[in-house]
């Protein structure tokens, strides 16, 4: 088999075909069918067409949390919050950008009118993250704060700050469990319409929950993939989507997955058998695939573990030759762009 480097996964994206912003209807955007040997271009209210009666769709039902925060140290000096995670007591794990790191036991003033006291690195003294208290006088919680104070935590590719517009649109319609800081794209795509269309379709449908962290955007920097780091997800497979996995595969149904972060999920849980906890799982060209038969994704990074991910599922040829495609017919890519349908190679 292939040994594959970082290289293998770069392609050249002309910078006017990275999305700054939303389709202005959801369902609007452009879907490349990559299921076939070739690539047909459709738009994403075809969907329903391309499934069929029986197929189960998977999503991911977590919620983006205004995690960015801004504050000052005592000194005066500027800084940037990014909460990864939310803990008890009131306590946060989160990124800092700050030209100098204060001391543990800083207390930072975050705008919004809370403190943010510095308890040490995460998740041990060497690590790369923060831990941090949030206090106020109301005794709100993080979530609360984040709610009130906090701005849309949008990829570092948009360049405009975020609006009341992206609250909106940087959110599926069916977003329950808060906790991620970055949206599961794939699934921007849904509106109400079109997963009633879909249900008339007879296409079942089921949730899990991964929380996406800002790792997602993380360059792999080595050449030698192997020698990557994945960061750490927290996920959860509920019982009833167990059993509608279960049940969908009895009667012939395919497993369609909405996003590389549903994809993760479920081949977290197949190989572990843990059907909830923290995952790493860094899938990359001759990983076997369990569980999902058709997936549904954007557009992903350069060398991205991500663009891995897809390639492993469709093949790496052809995933290469979709992307050639889709620059020349000026899709548009990432977050807030247009979306694939691929199929699992065999």
């Known amino acids: 088999m292939r040994t594959f480097t970082l290289s293998d996964f770069d392609f050249d994206l002309p910078p006017d075909r990275v999305a700054q912003h939303p389709a ?6 452009r879907l490349l069918d990559g299921t076939g ?3 047909i271009d459709r738009i994403f209210k075809d969907l329903p067409s391309l499934l069929r009666a029986g197929d189960l769709l998977v999503f991911n039902d977590t919620r983006v949390v205004k995690a960015r925060l801004f504050g000052e140290k005592p000194t005066g000096g500027k800084l940037e919050l990014l909460v990864e995670r939310v803990l008890q007591d009131n306590e946060v794990v989160a990124h800092m950008k700050v030209s100098k790191k204060p001391q543990v036991g800083t207390a930072l003033t975050m705008h919004g009118g809370f403190n943010a006291t510095l308890l040490g690195r995460w998740p041990d003294e060497d690590g790369a993250l923060f831990r941090l208290r949030f206090d106020n006088a109301a005794n709100e919680d993080p979530y609360a704060l984040m709610a009130r104070c906090g701005h849309v935590p949008l990829p570092p590719y948009i360049t405009h700050t975020d609006s009341s517009d992206d609250e909106r649109r940087y959110q599926t319609v069916f977003a329950r469990v808060p906790g991620a800081v970055a949206a599961p794209t794939a699934a921007l795509h849904f509106d109400e319409a079109l997963l009633d269309q879909l249900e ?3 296409v079942w449908r089921a949730s899990v929950t991964l929380h996406v962290g800002a790792g997602t955007f993380q360059p792999v920097k080595t050449e030698n993939i192997a020698e990557h780091a994945m960061h750490a997800e927290r996920y959860e497979v509920p019982e009833a989507t167990q059993r509608a996995i279960a049940e969908a595969k009895a009667r012939g149904g395919r497993i369609v997955a909405v996003g590389t972060t549903t994809v993760r999920t479920l081949e977290s849980w197949a190989k ?22 058709l997936l549904i994704t954007n557009f992903h990074l350069p060398k991205s573990t991500l663009m891995m991910l897809v390639s492993a599922f469709a093949g790496y040829e052809h995933v290469m030759a979709l992307y050639a495609h889709a620059i020349r017919e000026r899709y548009r890519f990432f977050s807030y762009g247009d979306a694939m349908l691929l199929a699992r190679q065999p």
Do not use: L, M, N, Y
Request: no cysteine; hydrophobic share 35%; charged share 25%.
């Open 24 to 29: 202005a209807e959801r369902s609007a955007s």
């Open 37 to 39: 040997p070739g690539a």
């Open 272 to 293: 572990s058998g843990e059907a909830r906890g923290d995952t790493r799982i860094f899938i990359t060209p001759g990983f076997v695939f369990e569980h999902v038969d």
């Open 200 to 202: 008339a379709r007879g």
